[in-house]
Structures are given as structure tokens and as C-alpha cells.
């Protein structure tokens, strides 16, 4: 979807990895900043599931719901899909 966004733009959209950000990026959304990066926050492995929420702010109100039941299941990139 985000691609789809930036094509309807003049300028072509570049892919630019984290950390690799020109000083005009972080210009353009306010400056950088300090976010939460800890090694700890990419393990894989968690005491805290998984949770989901959905954003809106049609009704004029900023409003925040919870997705219940949200189960996030990776797909397995090493099986080919099987003809059905």
C-alpha cells in the first residue's frame, strides 16, 4: 500500500534501510528522535502475545480499538504452495 502511495507522486520512491535516513527525511517529519530499539525488542521470543488495534478518527473523535482474538502466524517461506 505504501508503494501504491508514493507512486502517485512525481519524485520515484527509494527504499532506504533504518539507520540509513538523509538529514532531509528527518527534516520533513519533524527531526529524529530517540525510539525504542533494544536488542531485547527483536527476540523472537516473548512473554507477551501478540496484540492488534485499529485506528480511526472519522467520527471527529480519535478512537482506539483492541482486534480480539488477533493471532499473528507467521507464514513458512521454505514450502512451495501445493496445487489445490
Not at 520515484?12 to 520533513?28: H, I, L, R, S, V
Not at 502475545?49 to 507467521?74: H, K, M, T, W, Y
Request: glycine share 4%.
Amino acid at each position: 500500500m505504501l508503494v501504491n502511495t508514493a507512486k502517485s507522486f512525481a519524485r520515484d520512491p527509494q527504499m532506504t534501510f533504518e539507520g540509513q535516513e538523509k538529514a532531509d527525511f528527518w527534516t520533513a517529519i519533524g527531526g529524529k528522535e530517540d525510539y525504542a530499539s533494544s536488542k531485547k525488542l527483536q527476540q523472537e521470543d516473548s512473554d507477551h502475545s501478540s496484540r492488534l488495534f485499529q485506528c480511526s478518527n472519522a467520527s471527529g473523535r480519535f478512537i482506539v480499538d483492541e482486534i480480539p482474538d488477533f493471532d499473528q502466524v507467521l507464514p513458512l517461506r521454505s514450502q512451495p504452495s501445493s496445487p489445490q
